[in-house]
């Protein structure tokens, strides 16, 4: 086999990580050891006492069904930032049979992209950005709720000729970086490279970015090569990394940096059961929620460098609790624009999305000191594919069973901060309770909420967290 890149290794950690977690560390590292071979004997003695020794966890006990058949891992650019992590340049193929790994591949976004047959209307801030009459599988991970952007990109992957997927995980580039940076460089003679976790995001820019012309291959050969030299030697990491390694893919599940999808019914029971999958949850009508997702829609990798605050005032009375929420972003990017091959970031244009509970009644929504309107059924009387200008002055609301989201644009020029406040109300009985989820692809934001004046949390929010 010609390639062995690192990221299918997300599909199946899962079973290495119960056992660092339940005691049964030596026979899971015995099991990885497999897994990163390619074969896995399931009659074998590594399998069975791991089997036994989780005292048959399901996910584990299913790893003879999950370890055979079609997968795609999605290789997202949180640099730029999209609804689930990142923009998706490139995803990995992966198929097994039976615990044998027998196909395994880098592929070019593009190029199943370039399958599509007919037409397929975008969203609405997907066509005022980018203007282009279509939506297609490069911007097909719009959806907060991984789970339903998951399904969308198979139906776009099978458009283009990936069939027979039986499921999708996510990964940001983050943790390819964190993950060399437990394992150490490794060279990459083919294209001359030293890789390390400093310089893997420009390398991976300039093979992505530089020089690229229609048809080119280079992006997905450059990182076909690095997984080939990252999984030899994660195949031969000692115990002393390999526990730290484990403990990264752990942290990346919990914190949803990665996050997995299945077409099993039951089997997406349990990956969100576990917290895996990616999805927006109801709390219960006694627990408020607040989800603050961006897409970068500018064309550019200016996450490298925006930053965000929230502050949260809550004030309840005995017939109804008002919230008004501030966002503040600011971008310290030196450009306006990408100076490549040196800087990749530059102003941020974002379509913000705040989710909220189903109840929540918006009074107010203001974008840098611009209060905005409700959108109405007449904005949307022309077909979102004819859109050519962006709605600066409306917000929009979709409703979700369960909660509401709540879509506007903000835009914050280089070395410049923007502002956007809401203002709604609701109904909350007893002790104040929230759910404040974090984006995946965002490292961490600060929030700082008070309740009828007394301040409940003030610090940084690095996963999702009931308050």
């Not at 992957?157 to 499921?167: D, H, M, R, V």
């Amino acid at each position: 086999m010609k390639m062995k890149q690192l990221w299918w290794y997300v599909l199946s950690v899962t079973v290495v990580l119960v056992g660092v977690a339940g005691g049964c560390g030596w026979s899971g590292y015995g099991l990885a050891r497999e897994i990163l071979r390619g074969e896995v004997n399931f009659s074998g003695g590594n399998y069975q006492f791991f089997n036994w020794c989780t005292n048959g966890l399901p996910i584990v006990g299913r790893l003879g069904q999950i370890l055979d058949g079609k997968y795609i891992v999605l290789l997202q650019n949180n640099r730029e930032l999209r609804a689930t992590g990142g923009f998706v340049g490139s995803y990995v193929r992966v198929i097994w049979d039976m615990g044998k790994l027998v196909d395994l591949g880098v592929q070019d976004i593009y190029v199943p992209d370039g399958k599509l047959v007919g037409h397929v209307e975008p969203p609405y801030p997907v066509q005022e950005s980018f203007r282009q009459g279509w939506w297609k599988l490069r911007d097909a991970n719009w959806d907060p709720d991984f789970a339903s952007a998951a399904a969308t990109v198979k139906w776009f992957l099978e458009q283009g000729g990936e069939t027979g997927i039986k499921g999708i995980a996510a990964v940001n580039l983050d943790l390819i970086q964190r993950w060399l940076g437990v394992i150490g460089w490794v060279n990459v003679p083919e294209f001359g490279e030293v890789v390390n976790a400093d310089n893997m995001y420009s390398l991976a820019q300039k093979y992505a970015e530089t020089s690229w012309y229609e048809g080119s291959k280079q992006k997905q050969e450059f990182l076909g090569a690095v997984g080939e030299e990252v999984v030899k030697l994660t195949r031969n990491v000692s115990i002393r990394k390999y526990i730290p390694l484990m403990k990264l893919f752990y942290e990346e599940l919990s914190k949803k940096q990665m996050q997995m999808w299945f077409e099993d019914e039951e089997m997406r029971r349990i990956v969100d059961s576990l917290g895996w999958g990616g999805r927006i949850e109801k709390p219960g009508r006694e627990i408020d929620l607040l989800y603050v997702v961006e897409s970068n829609l500018g064309a550019n990798k200016s996450n490298c460098c925006v930053e965000r605050r929230l502050t949260h005032d809550v004030k309840r009375d005995e017939h109804v609790t008002r919230e008004k929420l501030r966002i503040e972003w600011m971008n310290t990017s030196e450009y306006d624009s990408p100076v490549k091959p040196v800087f990749w970031g530059g102003n941020y244009l974002t379509y913000v999305r705040v989710v909220l509970p189903e109840e929540a009644k918006i009074q107010d929504i203001k974008v840098r000191g611009l209060i905005l309107r409700m959108s109405t059924p007449n904005d949307f009387l022309m077909p979102n594919s004819l859109r050519q200008e962006i709605s600066w002055d409306m917000y929009n609301i979709e409703k979700r069973s369960g909660h509401q989201i709540v879509g506007f644009w903000v835009r914050v020029e280089h070395k410049d901060s923007a502002t956007a406040e809401l203002e709604y109300e609701s109904v909350r009985a007893g002790e104040y309770k929230i759910l404040v989820k974090r984006q995946p692809g965002i490292e961490k934001f600060g929030y700082k909420l008070t309740v009828d004046g007394k301040t409940k949390f003030d610090g940084f929010i690095n996963r999702d967290i009931l308050i």
